[in-house]
């Protein structure tokens, strides 16, 4: 079945950029999409990217997709104290209404 | 931008109560919304999907009748934990798919359950 892997934790220095890598396995899917969730809250849709791109950049935020290998990531550039949280990569395919969903990436941002 | 609204955020009752959590699309229409429900450090554990006007989809693993789950309308669906005893604390989420375009399914902001 669809399957998405990305690493458990990052830790970086603030200021410094953060890349959070995924990868999938449903050559299939269509949509790909960042979470961000905070403690204690629900997930906040960052950004997305279909499929037919290889990138996409978004103020601080740049996602970049190697379709061929299944990869994707989420690189925050100047990240800050305040992008502490846990990100989730998830996919869905086209026509198809569940989304599959990483185990989630713990991003520490150290002062 | 597309909102969810969850309620309540925070629950804690006595074992054996049943726990009504609604889930709300504010701003648009969602045929299909999602519960979830994640235990601490862990990943989203998907319980069921929800259909307006139709029984929901439950997981594997997942008692239906144990989780109730309504969607009566385009904009609320209800998941109702009956009986609940301290092993059914938790943090459920909600999601909303939009029926109209491809567009990505928006979160609520979660609920904490306690059962004591």
């Known amino acids: 079945g669809e399957d998405v892997e990305q690493s458990l934790f990052l830790s970086v220095r603030e200021g410094d950029s953060s890349v959070i890598n995924c990868t999938y396995t449903?050559?299939?899917?269509?949509?790909l999409y960042w979470y961000k969730q905070e403690p204690g809250a629900g997930l906040q849709l960052l950004t997305y990217i279909f499929s037919n791109m290889d990138m996409k950049q978004d103020q601080r935020l740049t996602v970049l997709l190697n379709k061929k290998d299944k990869h994707l990531s989420l690189r925050i550039a100047d990240t800050q104290t305040g992008d502490s949280a846990i990100y989730f990569c998830a996919e869905r395919g086209t026509g198809g209404f569940k989304t599959i969903f990483g185990a989630g990436t713990r991003l520490f941002v150290k002062a | 931008g597309a909102v969810v609204s969850q309620h309540p955020s925070r629950v804690i009752c006595k074992s054996g109560t049943s726990v009504k959590i609604e889930c709300r699309s504010l701003?648009?229409?969602?045929?299909?919304m999602f519960w979830y429900r994640q235990f601490p450090k862990q990943s989203l554990m998907l319980m069921a999907t929800?259909?307006?006007?139709?029984?929901?989809?439950?997981e594997q693993g997942v008692e239906k009748d144990k989780f109730l789950i309504n969607h009566a309308s385009l904009t609320l669906s209800t998941l109702t934990v009956t009986s609940a005893h301290p092993e059914d604390s938790s943090f459920y989420i909600c999601?909303?798919?939009?029926?109209?375009?491809?567009?990505?399914?928006?979160f609520g902001d979660g609920t904490r359950l306690s059962i004591l």
């Open positions: 449903d050559s299939s899917s269509t949509y």
């Open positions: 929800s259909n307006e006007g139709s029984k929901a989809t439950y």
């Open positions: 999601s909303a798919l939009p029926s109209v375009g491809d567009q990505p399914q928006h």
């Open positions: 701003d648009f229409q969602a045929t299909t």
